[in-house]
Structure formats: structure tokens, C-alpha cells
């Protein structure tokens, strides 16, 4: 598996096109990743940016889903709705749906947020206004995400 990070700005063109910030170009291309990817709604008022590979793994682990229980049908549906494959052109950009534009509220300005082996498309001003909701103790969040570490509790306990 292979790691990417960064937040990058980006613009849509008139004709629906983004191109790929140079630094994840490198990111890519360093882990022998190609600039072939699924573009899909995000969980959030985003979209996401799979390189091809990693969208393959996660479509095999949702085709395993029952399409007779209807919890796991709906589920299977919205995954798979507007998923569109793109292969970035000769100038590194890539075309992105006016369907999927419209579901994320993709402005002309974009942030590209980058992590584990994935990217979030953003709207700007959407993202920045997510920014804000940033918690203010950002350890309390940590440690009720992550619970206390039982390796460092017993490495006090026995010093």
C-alpha cells in the first residue's frame, strides 16, 4: 500500500477540467502509482479521488454486500452512483462530471486534501468553513478517538 498527504489548490476550467497539482503528480508517480483513477461522491460534501488500484480493492470489498437485504442494496447503490472513471490527459488534468461537480458544490476554486491513499475534492469556500469547525482541543478528540494507549500505561506503571 502506499501513502499520500498534502492539501493542494486547484481551479476548474470552463470545460470542466482540474489539473493535478504537481506535487501529487510526484506523489503518485514516486509509488509507481498511474494517474488513473474512480472519482466518486464522498461521505461529505466532497468528492473522492481514487487511484484505480485502491478503488478496485474497495469495490471488492462492497460487491461482497447483499443485494437482497435492502440496508446493504441502498448502501451498494449510493456507493456505485456517479462513480466515473479518468485517466488524466497530456496537460496532468482530469474531467469532472457537472453530476458529480454539482453534488460537492464544486466552484472554480478546489482544495485537493490528500491522506492514506486517497483525495478529497473540495470546494474552497466548503472547505475552508469546514476548517472552521476544527474542535478546539484537538487532544481531547485524540484520545476519545483513540482511547488511552494500554502499552504506554503499563510502560508508566512499571518505571
Known amino acids: ?60 470489498e462492497v460487491d461482497t454486500l447483499n443485494i437482497y437485504h435492502p440496508e446493504q442494496r441502498q448502501f451498494l447503490r449510493y456507493f456505485y452512483r456517479g462513480a466515473t472513471n479518468t485517466i488524466a490527459d497530456a496537460a496532468d488534468r482530469l474531467l469532472i462530471p457537472k453530476s458529480l461537480a454539482d453534488h460537492a458544490g464544486l466552484q472554480k476554486e478546489i482544495v485537493l486534501f490528500a491522506y492514506l491513499n486517497q483525495v478529497e475534492l473540495w470546494d474552497a469556500q466548503t472547505y475552508y468553513n469546514e476548517l472552521a469547525k476544527e474542535p478546539t482541543n484537538f487532544s481531547d478528540l485524540a484520545e476519545k478517538v483513540f482511547g488511552r494507549n494500554p502499552l504506554a500505561q503499563s510502560s508508566i506503571q512499571t518505571a
Open 1 to 60: 500500500m502506499f501513502r499520500i498527504t498534502g492539501e493542494y489548490q486547484a481551479t476548474i476550467d470552463d470545460k470542466g477540467r482540474m489539473k493535478l497539482p504537481a506535487g501529487l503528480i510526484k506523489q503518485f508517480t514516486e509509488q509507481g502509482v498511474a494517474l488513473n483513477f474512480t472519482l466518486n461522491r464522498g461521505f461529505d460534501k466532497c468528492l473522492m479521488l481514487y487511484p484505480k488500484t485502491v478503488w478496485d480493492k474497495k469495490a471488492s
